[in-house]
């Protein structure tokens, strides 16, 4: 039987339940983690999962859980909360604070993870990471930011793990219809109304769409529990037709500025 253990962050809800959920019924044993265990003790229920508290920005906490976790075969670093606003509204605190989650939480867990890993030669890391990482929005630029650090380590460390059998998948989902924006998403610590026309209308945006996200969290998860289990593990694993549009056109973007910049670049060689 194809089991593996698994261990996921950010369990509360969105993805990270759904993806529990997802491994449970594929029979697999799941760790679900969360600050406050009491979201997460209904999962607890189905036999084949075990809770823990984590707080992904405590490096402390992180090395007692996967200590406490013991052998591991799937980490999923889902926890994450998203910043509203332009960069000069985000008040210092907010933007450390959500550095610390988005980039340094998941950084904490795969550095704890690693000498385990590495020890019995196998292992495999799905990094959530989001649209915002492929192209940026206007009032998403430390979220943005944030997720791109996470993306580009991920690159690396990909390459660092590939000879010892540990393999590193990026998860880029577009809109899905989670609790993300309701719950997930902090706002600027201050308002500029110079920004109104750009951060804020964006900020507006993401409001109205509320709910009406085209993305299914439930069959996300499954296409993620499967390409783990089929033995899948692309760098990119793009999720809904909205990040596949925005891949196409980020490349796009990127070969048009080649081609008019290319004589350019070319002449500052030796």
């Avoid at 075969?73 to 985000?90: K, P, R």
């Avoid at 109205?208 to 783990?228: R, T």
Wanted: hydrophobic share 45%.
């Amino acid at each position: 039987m194809n089991q593996k253990n698994w261990l996921i962050t950010g369990c509360s809800t969105g993805f990270g339940r759904a993806i529990a959920e997802a491994a449970m019924t594929a029979g697999q044993k799941v760790i679900a983690t969360a600050r406050d265990v009491r979201s997460i003790a209904d999962l607890e229920k189905a036999g084949c999962c075990e809770v823990m508290t984590l707080d992904i920005t405590d490096a402390a906490n992180v090395r007692e859980v996967i200590a406490a976790a013991g052998t591991l075969d799937v980490i999923v670093n889902n926890a994450g909360y998203g910043l509203i606003g332009a960069v000069e509204e985000c008040s210092d605190e907010q933007i450390r604070r959500n550095m610390e989650t988005n980039f340094f939480g998941p950084l904490n867990v795969i550095r704890a993870a690693l000498p385990g890993l590495r020890a019995q030669k196998s292992g495999h890391i799905v990094n959530v990471s989001g649209a915002a990482a492929i192209s940026n929005y206007a009032g998403f630029g430390i979220y943005g930011a944030a997720k791109a650090a996470l993306e580009l380590m991920s690159e690396s460390l990909r390459l660092e793990l590939a000879a010892l059998g540990i393999q590193v998948t990026l998860v880029q989902p577009g809109p899905f219809r989670t609790d993300f924006i309701a719950r997930g998403l902090e706002k600027a610590a201050s308002e500029i109304a110079d920004y109104q026309a750009t951060a804020g209308k964006f900020g507006r945006f993401l409001e109205s769409m509320n709910g009406k996200q085209p993305g299914d969290p439930a069959k996300a998860a499954e296409a993620i529990v499967k390409m783990v289990l089929d033995g899948e593990a692309p760098l990119h694993l793009p999720l809904g037709k909205y990040v596949v549009k925005k891949f196409r056109d980020k490349a796009a973007a990127l070969t048009r500025e080649a081609e008019k910049w290319e004589a350019v670049a070319s002449a500052t060689d030796f």
